[in-house]
């Protein structure tokens, strides 16, 4: 991998950044529902909307009903599965990679921040 023109020749950086890559973008399909549902548009991957019987219909007509939370939860959970593990495995690094990627752990402060409030508001995302 290469970060700010540095090569990070590392197993164990490249698998701490791939889970934290996976939960920043994973938590950004979740908060990117709503406004993708006024478009008629559906990121949410069709396995999960099957597994919470929510049909495309239902997600696009923005109601809060459960099978959407449920969608939601799964989505936030494997989010939360994948930051765990960044963290995690960032703490195994070496301190000097530790340092080299701190910036972008930065947004792991983002990420947690909003799954924390999408469980406040019981996984609604259209709860402003």
């Known amino acids: ?4 023109g540095m090569q990070l ?26 406004a993708n549902a006024k478009r ?3 990121y949410v991957p069709l396995e999960i909307l099957a597994s919470c019987k929510l049909s495309q219909e239902q997600l696009y007509s923005a109601s809060s009903e459960q099978p959407l939370k449920d969608a ?13 593990k960044a963290v995690d495995l960032r703490r ?27 469980k406040r508001y019981d996984f609604n995302v259209f709860e402003k």
Do not use: N
């Open 1 to 4: 991998a290469e970060y700010m």
């Open 9 to 34: 020749q590392s197993v164990d950086v490249d698998h701490c950044l791939s889970h934290l890559g996976k939960a920043i973008g994973i938590s950004t399909i979740i908060r990117a529902i709503p």
């Open 40 to 42: 008629r548009t559906c």
């Open 72 to 84: 939601v939860f799964e989505l936030a959970s494997l989010a939360q599965t994948h930051l765990t």
């Open 92 to 118: 195994t690094l070496e301190r000097s990679q530790q340092k080299l990627i701190y910036s972008l752990f930065l947004r792991s402060i983002c990420v947690k921040s909003y799954l924390s409030r999408l």
